[in-house]
């Protein structure tokens, strides 16, 4: 099976401008993750679909970043305006079910650099 | 909240020996999973093994296996015959029953040729 699909896979903005990633997860994966990992960290988790619904996005900054998955399959994550500290590797991740043993399969992840 | 720790930030281990991960995690849950994840310069996530926490008996995936202690809330990854390819950052991860999954800070582990 196709893996979860990510891009742009690097991107490079000064900060207060905008950028977008898109995440297209495995063929019948129901839940859909944003994840942040600042270098040396580990993901930290932006936001949670299930379906075309948000289950969690408490940690998601959300004066500056927004999702949305649109019929339930494919997802963007915006960042307007950004900023120096928004510096990461975005990861998306889906799974085929909600609370499984079933792991989430990552995608590879768009490194971001704010100038 | 859930907490997990890893408490080696960087690992070094000769090449066809065995190491041993340490991971911590804090929960009041009693149903949970468990996850070891590898990170390769490549940055793709790719899960090493995955543990049931109302399972006793502990994971194994080929050179891969797991301590797992639920009363001292401790999974531990051990890899055998170490090999080049092992090379990453590793990371524990708890998913509880919100299906909220909780990343440690990763150990980054070194193959010495």
């Known amino acids: 099976e196709a893996g979860v699909a990510q891009s742009p896979r690097y991107k490079i903005i000064e900060k207060r401008q905008s950028v977008a990633f898109w995440c297209n997860p495995i063929?019948?994966?129901?839940?859909l993750y944003w994840y942040q990992q600042i270098l040396g960290q580990g993901p930290k988790l932006l936001i949670q679909?299930?379906?075309?619904?948000?289950?969690?996005d408490s940690q998601l900054p959300k004066d500056r970043f927004s999702a949305e998955r649109l019929k339930g399959v494919d997802s963007t994550l915006k960042i307007q305006p950004a900023k120096l500290e928004d510096s990461a590797v975005y990861l998306c991740?889906?799974?085929?079910?909600?609370?499984?043993?079933?792991?989430?399969?990552f995608g590879d992840g768009t490194r971001l650099s704010i100038l | 909240a859930q907490t997990v720790t890893q408490s080696q930030p960087e690992m070094s281990v000769q090449e066809a020996e065995t190491v041993t991960l340490s991971c911590t995690y804090d929960?009041?849950?009693?149903?949970?999973?468990l996850f070891w994840y590898k990170q390769p310069p490549s940055r793709q996530m790719i899960l090493v093994i995955r543990?049931?926490?109302?399972?006793?008996q502990n994971a194994t995936e080929n050179r891969f296996s797991v301590n797992f202690q639920k009363a001292a809330k401790s999974f531990s990854l051990k890899i055998s015959d170490s090999q080049l390819g092992d090379a990453a950052m590793y990371f524990c991860?708890?998913?509880?029953?919100?299906?909220?999954?909780?990343f440690g800070k990763g150990t980054r582990l070194h193959i010495l040729p």
């Open positions: 991740a889906s799974s085929r079910d909600y609370y499984s043993n079933q792991p989430q399969h």
């Open positions: 063929s019948g994966h129901a839940t």
């Open positions: 679909f299930q379906n075309n619904g948000v289950v969690d």
């Open positions: 929960t009041s849950e009693s149903d949970y999973y």
């Open positions: 543990q049931e926490a109302y399972k006793q």
């Open positions: 991860a708890y998913r509880n029953r919100d299906d909220k999954i909780i």
